[in-house]
């Protein structure tokens, strides 16, 4: 049972470069996240989906985009890649929130990514 | 921000000792949620504890909840050199039980 699985583990760009992280779940959840840990600070909410078709921006939005290509996997795109966004990304899935709130988080390993 | 603060940011004590580690937080909750992080890895959930409970345990997990003081403190009991780990807390707001916002983290260093 792989849980939730990101790729790729590691990736190094150069700047204006994009990329696009995958993330996978088979827990069949409704809610996907994504976040990025920078060294020293906990986790930081940059897009989420609460159900299949639909996203919306968590605290640090800017410079990314997301798609939730369907129930089992959402997506994180770099379209001009920045020093700044030099980080570790964590992709989270869980069951449905809203009425359900007392739900956990599952998390996969995380993409590390550099840009030079 | 919302994040939850926590403290101490770092924490090193002797197999068999207790840790106690502690999350303060800004707005009203749903519930706070526990996790904990190996060096490399994704986060693990440990334990949940919901805004209408003050006290919860799961094996050596003991967490309580003050949403007067919008705190909350998880105890580790006889720690192991397993036990080793960054430990965050999430809170999950009352107005969107969607986002979870997580701690700074405290790193527990537990020395056989």
């Known amino acids: 049972n792989a849980g939730v699985t990101q790729t790729p583990k590691f990736q190094v760009l150069k700047t204006g470069q994009s990329m696009t992280l995958q993330c996978a779940q088979d827990m069949n959840h409704n809610s996907m996240y994504w976040y990025r840990q920078d060294p020293g600070m906990g986790l930081r909410l940059i897009y989420y989906s609460a159900s299949e078709g639909t996203t919306d921006k968590g605290e640090v939005p800017n410079g990314y985009n997301v798609s939730r290509l369907n129930k089992r996997e959402f997506s994180l795109r770099l379209e001009s890649a920045a020093p700044s966004q030099t980080s570790v990304y964590f992709c989270?899935?869980?069951?449905?929130?809203?009425?359900?709130?007392?739900?956990?988080?599952?998390f996969g390993d995380g993409t590390r990514l550099s840009i030079l | 921000s919302q994040q939850g603060e926590e403290d101490p940011q770092a924490l090193s004590i002797q197999e068999g000792e207790n840790a106690t580690m502690n999350c303060s937080y800004k707005?009203?909750?749903?519930?706070l949620q526990w996790y904990r992080q190996n060096s490399g890895r994704g986060l693990v959930h440990l334990i949940l504890?919901?805004?209408?409970?003050r006290e919860k345990h799961s094996g050596r997990l003991r967490v309580t909840l003050d949403t007067s003081k919008k705190s909350s403190s998880l105890l580790i009991t006889a720690s192991r050199a397993a036990d080793t780990a960054s430990y965050f807390c999430?809170?999950?707001?009352?107005?969107?039980?969607?986002?979870?916002?997580f701690g700074s983290g405290t790193k527990l260093n537990v020395k056989p």
């Open positions: 989270a899935s869980s069951a449905r929130q809203g009425e359900l709130a007392n739900q956990p988080q599952h």
């Open positions: 504890i919901r805004s209408n409970e």
């Open positions: 999430a809170t999950v707001p009352i107005y969107n039980f969607n986002k979870f916002y």
């Open positions: 707005t009203s909750i749903n519930n």
